[in-house]
């Protein structure tokens, strides 16, 4: 689709819909979605759970994940959303169908976006996806870029510590956001760092592969170290772009833009215990500070 959709701040944009946006994930690595929803649409009004109580998603069994996923997007939908975005490559592997099947209001997954921008980055149709070991076991960047182009083969690999270094990267800081924005890469390139990185990509390298899809929200975070060890001749891949394009269509398609000069609200809720961590770590990865932080108890 082109990119010319009308938004919000763009001449002849639909007004309608104040409602907020639903996203959510299973920690952190989601709010990569969320800060590219914020780029591409100000004026959208976000409400964001991060279920850190049951994080990591990504080694447990696919229906467990899956009910999570209905769970979550039942308390959403209690509350209102006009859409929802599983910002979770593994949740959205488990539940995204049967979510889509059950509410009432549209609901996007990260897979597809990123398969499609991976399929139509690749010039010598070899890809290559990294991602969780629930991820990965699904098939689902597999069987999604496949389905846009059969021709392609995909090399996949789970990467289960890139989570743990994502997340001890955001603790290795502990100045303001400001300087850990400005320090990213000198967070994550470090010996220790690029050891595990090698370890996992080595093997992909060696495949010939020209585009590599980071099929964990969590994997932007280490687009530098993972780019240092897979070379320039690889382009990287992050499905929060591509989801957000895809927002976009979809609330300018439904006339559910929120109206002209509205002024978002950002909330953001966790089911973990320590909701100060969840502010000062999330806000990294959001790139701004997170103001209206809360813990939430999910009903069974």
Request: charged share 20%; net charge neutral.
């Amino acid at each position: 689709m082109s990119s010319s959709t009308n938004s919000p701040g763009r001449p002849g944009a639909v007004a309608g819909d104040p409602r907020p946006i639903g996203v959510f994930d299973s920690g952190y690595g989601g709010l990569t979605v969320a800060r590219a929803l914020q780029k591409r649409l100000p004026e959208e009004s976000i409400l964001y759970v991060g279920d850190s109580a049951r994080c990591p998603y990504g080694p447990r069994d696919q229906a467990e994940v899956d009910g999570f996923v209905q769970q979550i997007c039942a308390w959403l939908t209690g509350r209102d959303v006009k859409m929802i975005v599983i910002a979770c490559n593994t949740a959205t592997a488990a539940g995204l169908v049967h979510a889509q099947q059950a509410f009432p209001v549209p609901i996007v997954g990260v897979v597809e976006p990123g398969a499609r921008a991976a399929a139509h980055t690749t010039l010598n149709r070899r890809v290559g996806v990294i991602a969780t070991k629930g991820t990965v076991d699904s098939n689902a960047y597999a069987d999604a870029i496949r389905h846009i182009d059969a021709g392609i083969t995909v090399f996949s690999t789970a990467t289960p510590r890139f989570v743990e270094i994502a997340e001890m990267g955001l603790k290795l800081s502990s100045g303001p956001i400001e300087d850990y924005m400005a320090d990213t890469t000198k967070v994550y390139i470090r010996p220790e760092f690029e050891d595990i990185a090698r370890q996992y990509l080595e093997p992909l390298r060696r495949c010939d592969i020209d585009t590599l899809v980071l099929g964990c929200t969590h994997y932007p975070l280490l687009k530098a170290l993972i780019g240092g060890v897979v070379g320039r001749k690889v382009t990287l891949v992050s499905s929060a772009d591509e989801t957000a394009r895809d927002v976009d269509h979809i609330l300018g398609r439904r006339g559910a833009y929120a109206p002209a000069g509205s002024v978002p609200t950002h909330a953001f809720f966790t089911t973990g215990a320590d909701v100060e961590e969840f502010r000062r770590f999330g806000g990294r990865v959001l790139a701004r500070p997170m103001h209206v932080v809360e813990h939430v108890e999910l009903p069974a």
